[in-house]
């Protein structure tokens, strides 16, 4: 939560900057009002809800903010004034620090509270995948986001490559050759064959080919192949730079995924 106000912050001083910039007294650019739109439209899709599960927090106070953003929604349209853009934004940016991201990184966290992420992370019998999961809950406990989902993927693939080496590359290879081959139906568009040999190779492998060739080889089904490339698609977007904000339920929706689907699934056991 913390990095999310931090982006937004962020956003609403490089907003404010750019809108006190233009010349004339209103705002005419569709990118400048686009940006507008798409700062407030965070606010109440992801920052605000997540606001309201945190007691340190007023609701008079992020009430306050939402008032703010439900202005700065209706500048949006065309040609609104310049003055009006730049006195909304000075007002949510003037305490936002004090109001918002102070109390937060003030906020105790009680020794014998055990959240849901932690209740995911907990009880690894493998040492390493252990050690992995800790480490993504200490980064998520202090709202390193997406390095706790780029912690996660990495222990989920790397189980994901064991239980291949278990069941044997000659099955991989012959199922991706397989599935190559394929004119008509699912698989027609995979063209990615290939030919391992050790565990080092396979790591060589791009994560959404393997994904594929894990369904051609009836590991998971279309539905948890889906589920899993919005995780692998959630590290990469956790790994580069982007805009895409990572939210405490992204986290929590990614850890599910590849818990149930990978972690707890019998044909994975390595």
């Known amino acids: 939560?913390?990095?999310?106000?931090?982006?937004?912050?962020?956003?609403?001083?490089?907003?404010?900057?750019d809108?006190?910039?233009?010349?004339?007294?209103?705002?005419?650019?569709?990118?400048?009002?686009?940006?507008?739109?798409?700062v407030a439209t965070n606010w109440f899709s992801n920052i605000s809800p997540a606001l309201a599960q945190h007691t340190s927090l007023s609701?008079?106070?992020?009430?306050?903010?939402?008032?703010?953003f439900a202005t700065l929604l209706k500048l949006s349209r065309p040609n609104n004034h310049q003055s009006r853009y730049v006195d909304v934004l000075r007002a949510a940016l003037k305490r936002l620090h004090d109001d918002l991201i102070l109390p937060l990184q003030k906020e105790p966290k009680l020794a014998k509270e055990i959240t849901l992420l932690e209740k995911m992370l907990d009880g690894f019998q493998d040492a390493a995948e252990n050690k992995y999961m800790k480490e993504a809950d200490s980064c998520a406990a202090h709202g390193f986001l997406r390095a706790a989902a780029v912690l996660g993927w990495c222990a989920a693939i790397d189980r994901v490559h064991r239980a291949l080496e278990k069941i044997g590359f000659a099955k991989f290879n012959t199922v991706s050759q397989q599935m190559a081959a394929a004119t008509s139906g699912r698989f027609k568009r995979f063209n990615s064959p290939q030919n391992v040999t050790s565990i080092s190779e396979l790591r060589e492998v791009f994560d959404s080919n393997i994904l594929w060739i894990l369904e051609g080889m009836y590991l998971i089904d279309g539905n948890q192949h889906t589920r899993l490339r919005s995780c692998f698609e959630l590290r990469c977007q956790s790994g580069h730079p982007g805009d895409a904000p990572v939210t405490e339920y992204n986290l929590l929706s990614f850890f599910s995924d590849i818990n149930e689907i990978v972690f707890k699934n019998p044909k994975f056991s390595a």
């Open 59 to 68: 609701t008079e106070v992020v009430e306050r903010y939402s008032g703010y």
């Open 1 to 17: 939560m913390l990095e999310a106000l931090r982006h937004l912050r962020e956003d609403l001083q490089t907003l404010k900057q």
């Open 19 to 38: 809108i006190a910039k233009e010349p004339g007294p209103r705002i005419s650019k569709g990118a400048l009002r686009t940006r507008a739109e798409a």
